[in-house]
C-alpha cells in the first residue's frame, strides 16, 4: 500500500516558510499542518508569528490555536493529533503540506516518537523545586552523570528535557538515551519531501530583525499583558518563548523596553543558529535558494506523482 506523500516546508525562523507553504498549498490544492511547537497554544498571535486570518481564510491550517497556555502539549500529542488531521486531509483529496521550524515534532510527526514511562508528578514537582533553589545547571550536571547521551542532544537550557530525562532515569533505573536508540525513530508511515529554504545566515539575521520591529509594532507588549491579565503567569512554559520572556521582563521592571527588543533579536538568532543545526543534520532535508521557485515547484510535482528526486542538503 502507498504512502500518504507530505511535502514539509521547515527550516530556521524567519527563513519564509510561510509565504513559501501558502504558494505551493495554493498551486497543489492543499492544505497546511503547523509543526511549530509555539502556534499550538491559543492567545499567542503576534509573538508565535501565527498566519494571518487572511492567510487561514486562503488555506486551510491545522495544528493552530490547540491548547491554552497554561495547558500540556507535548511531541507524542503533535504527533497524534498531526496525523489525525493528515488523514482527514488526505481522504479529502486534498494534498498535505506539513509547515514549521520544531524539529522534534517533525521527527516525532514523520519518524514516530518515544513516550516512555507515565510521568511522575511527584518527583517533576521536587525535581523543579531543585531547579528553582540550585538552578538549571546544577539539574544539567546530574543529567551528564547519569546520562552524557542524553545531556549532549538537549540544551543547558532546556528544563523540560532535562526533569524529563531525569524523570526516565529515575523510575526505570536505565537512561532515556537508551530507549531512544531502541526505538531508533524508525516508525516511517509517510512519503515525505522535506524543503527548506537556504539564506545566507546574515540575510536571516536581517530578517529577524525586521520581524522583531514587526512585532513589537503589531502590539507584542499589549499582547503579553493581556495574556498575564488572564491569569497565564510568567512561569508558565509558553511564557518563556522567544518574545513573551522579554516582555515580561520588561513589565516586571527588570530591564528597559529597549533592552528587552534587544534582547529578544539576540535570543531568536541564536535559536535561529540551532535550528540551522539540527536541520543541517537530517540527512533527508532538500535545501533551495530563494530564487530557486521553479526548482521547489518540479520537486513538489514529482513527489507527489510518486517520482524521486536529487537530495540537496547544504545550508549555508
Request: glycine share 8%; proline share 4%; hydrophobic share 40%.
Amino acid at each position: 500500500m502507498d504512502k500518504t506523500r507530505l511535502i514539509v516546508i521547515t527550516g530556521p525562523t524567519a527563513s519564509g516558510k510561510t509565504g513559501l507553504a501558502l504558494e505551493l498549498a495554493g498551486l497543489f490544492a492543499g492544505e497546511i499542518v503547523s509543526a511549530d511547537s509555539m502556534q499550538v497554544f491559543k492567545y499567542m498571535d503576534i509573538g508565535t508569528a501565527k498566519p494571518t486570518k487572511d492567510q487561514r481564510a486562503r488555506v486551510a491550517h491545522h495544528l493552530i490555536d490547540v491548547v491554552a497556555p497554561d495547558e500540556d502539549y507535548s511531541a507524542a500529542r503533535y504527533s497524534r493529533e498531526a496525523r489525525a488531521a493528515i488523514k482527514n486531509i488526505n481522504s479529502r483529496g486534498k494534498k498535505v503540506f506539513v509547515v514549521g521550524g520544531t524539529g522534534l515534532y517533525l521527527r516525532a510527526l514523520t519518524r514516530g516518537i518515544f513516550e516512555g514511562p507515565a510521568r511522575v508528578p511527584e518527583l517533576r514537582e521536587k525535581l523543579l523545586k531543585e531547579a528553582e533553589l540550585k538552578g538549571c545547571a546544577w539539574l544539567y550536571e546530574r543529567l551528564l552523570k547519569v546520562d552524557p547521551a542524553a545531556a549532549s542532544s538537549i540544551h543547558p537550557n532546556n528544563l523540560t528535557r532535562i526533569i524529563r530525562a531525569l524523570e526516565v532515569y529515575h523510575v526505570t533505573k536505565r537512561p532515556i538515551s537508551d530507549f531512544h536508540k531502541a526505538h531508533a525513530f524508525a516508525d516511517e508511515p509517510f512519503s515525505c519531501l522535506k524543503i527548506a529554504v537556504n539564506k545566507p545566515r546574515e540575510v536571516i539575521y536581517g530578517d529577524i530583525e525586521g520581524r522583531v520591529e514587526r512585532m513589537m509594532e503589531e502590539g507584542l507588549l499589549e499582547e503579553t499583558r493581556r495574556l498575564l491579565s488572564m491569569g497565564y503567569h510568567r512561569d508558565l512554559k509558553p511564557m518563556h518563548g522567544l518574545g513573551y520572556k522579554e516582555m515580561t521582563s520588561y513589565i516586571s521592571g527588570e530591564c528597559t523596553l529597549d533592552d528587552a527588543v534587544a534582547s529578544i533579536k539576540t535570543n531568536t538568532k541564536r535559536y535561529a543558529k540551532r535550528q540551522m543545526t539540527w536541520f543541517n543534520g537530517e540527512a533527508d532535508i532538500r535545501w533551495f535558494s530563494p530564487d530557486e521557485k521553479r526548482e521547489i515547484i518540479s520537486a513538489v510535482k514529482a513527489h507527489l506523482k510518486g517520482l524521486s528526486g536529487n537530495s540537496k542538503r547544504v545550508a549555508s
